[in-house]
């Protein structure tokens, strides 16, 4: 079975935001560098470590999943820890939520475990079920 890639979200998007970020930053870090002011300095550093928090906390969802034999990768973004390799036979399931105020609409996520996606529109819905179909046949075969 060769291995297969589905984009719930880009990827491109979810790394050009960690890399703003990043980049923001950086560029604090170095003024505060240039201007030796050790205040500038640790704000960089809290807010660096509030990016990789953020990054790496349940609010943000893997947005690559590549199917193959050896398993399921879940792709978060290149500051995200919890980029992972799981398990094909790792249960799963298509969960929905309510979001947005004061016009509620749903919102579908894949969860494979304790792993979350980006929250999707029901737009990219038939994609999900895509998956989910590959993940069945998959099953069938181990």
Known sequence: ???EIFVLKSLLIQNTIMAIGLG??????FLGIKKKNIKQIIVSFVWAGLGLWFFNSSMWGFST???????????YGFLSFKNTVI???TPWEIKTENAGFPKYRKLYVLKFGDHKSMRLSAIEYPRLKQITEILKNTAIRQ
Do not use: C, E, W, Y
């Open 87 to 89: 398990p094909v036979n």
């Open 65 to 75: 999943v590549t199917i193959a034999r050896q398993g399921i990768k879940l792709q």
């Open 1 to 3: 079975m060769p291995s």
């Open 24 to 29: 923001v930053i950086l560029v604090l870090l």
